[in-house]
Nanobody
Framework: EVQLVESGGDLVQAGGSLRLSCAASGFTFDDYAIGWLRQAPGKEREWVSCKGSGAGSTLYADSVKGRFTISTDNAKNEVYLQMNSLKPEDTATYYC???????????WGQGTQVTVSS
């Protein structure tokens, strides 16, 4: 059974930084794409970032490019999202997700809340 457990969400001031973590289990970590989605209140879920399987590329939504960095630790089966220069519009629940490709996430976790105050 695929399990994705996020942590690291918090309340932070605009301009600040946070690092989200996701512990993955139940699948061969390096065989799948893994990344992050987010959903703000009243809005649709948004694709944020992804690392492709194996030595796959890292991809970012235009809204976070240059500010967020995705990384993985294959030995720990963990994925991280370093978020810098946070803006109030980054406020959302952030979900760790996995799938066969960066455009086909099929499982995600329960989410961790990030709130950015102005």
């Amino acid at each position: 059974e695929v399990q994705l457990v996020e942590s690291g969400g918090d309340l932070v001031q605009a301009g600040g930084s946070l690092r989200l973590s996701c512990a993955a289990s139940g699948f061969t970590f390096d065989d799948y794409a893994i990344g992050w989605l987010r959903q703000a209140p009243g809005k649709e879920r948004e694709w944020v970032s992804c690392k492709g399987s194996g030595a796959g590329s890292t991809l970012y939504a235009d809204s976070v490019k240059g500010r967020f960095t995705i990384s993985t630790d294959n030995a720990k089966n963990e994925v991280y999202l370093q978020m810098n220069s946070l803006k109030p519009e980054d406020t959302a629940t952030y979900y760790c997700a996995m799938g066969s490709s960066c455009t086909l996430f099929s499982s995600w976790g329960q989410g961790t809340q990030v709130t950015v105050s102005s």
